[in-house]
């Protein structure tokens, strides 16, 4: 009897031995991976970084496509240009309606105010200068709305960035008196605008016009800059809304000089 208690020990101890280093094995892994994670804690913020930045440029992207890729079109299909605002804002509910793709649907929505204006101004009121602004200004209202609910961040500051850019480009043409030729310009055939673009450089070179080109660039290089310090993918996408501007502007006064 006491011989068979001393074997049932026994096997309980060698069976409690044997489970010891299991349990062991594993809590060493679970230490293992804490200590793999505490000593990689900028992993996340590296993966946050890189889609920051990839905010600020498919904002520069997007503030080019209705320049050099709506332009072209609306002019020849105005209505084509509108109806595909219906396909920008389907789009990007169904990139939102995932959460691996969210962030960009987010994006994709306030690009497609800026799409919806310049289809509607570019295809049938570009001849007048002085409507342009309260056609961009289009998706304001449900900007602010959504702003106020804290809801699609990313495109509305994308748009109020776009949006900014525009006002500080249209108060440029009227100060040094370039809406003339902006009419003229709209009302003529293609091989008649270079001459008309000849006179309106002319004019921007003078010195009235140099100061404050470089007055409306300075306010556009700090307020695309300083959003910058604020590490959060909205103000990325304003900062690189309203740098992009600088761009735009420069290409269009590079194309008119060698026009």
């Known amino acids: 009897m006491i011989n068979n208690t001393l074997l049932i020990y026994n096997a309980s101890t060698t069976a409690i031995d044997k489970e010891l ?43 080019s496509v209705p320049v050099f890729i709506e332009a072209p079109l609306v002019r020849s299909l105005p209505s084509l240009s509108l109806a595909t605002t219906g396909f ?7 990139l939102m309606s995932r959460p691996a793709t969210y962030l960009w649907g987010d ?19 570009r001849w007048e200068p002085l409507w342009h602004l309260p056609v961009e200004s289009i998706g304001l209202p449900f900007a602010c709305w959504c702003l106020v609910r804290n809801w699609c961040k990313i495109g509305n500051w994308f748009y109020l960035g776009s949006l900014f850019g525009t006002v500080l480009t ?6 040094v008196d370039l809406m003339p030729y902006w009419r003229q310009i709209m009302q003529v055939e293609p091989d008649e605008v270079s001459p008309i673009l000849q006179v309106a450089v002319t004019q921007v070179q003078t010195p009235w016009g140099q100061t404050w080109a470089v007055t409306l660039a300075l306010v556009l290089l700090t307020a695309g800059i300083l959003p910058l310090c604020n590490q959060q993918r909205h103000w990325y996408a304003f900062g690189g809304a309203v740098l992009s501007t600088i761009l735009v502007d420069s290409l269009f006064l590079l194309a008119a000089r060698i026009a």
């Open 170 to 175: 249209d108060v440029y043409f009227y100060i």
């Open 88 to 94: 920008w804002v389907w789009l990007s509910f169904h």
């Open 107 to 125: 994006l994709l929505l306030g690009f497609s105010w800026s799409w919806l204006a310049g289809a509607i101004y570019w295809g049938w009121l």
């Open 21 to 63: 280093p299991v349990k062991k094995a594993g809590q060493l892994s679970i230490e293992e991976l804490k200590s793999t994670l505490s000593a990689s804690p900028s992993l996340p913020l590296l993966i946050s970084s890189r889609q920051t930045w990839l905010v600020l440029a498919a904002a520069v992207f997007l503030v």
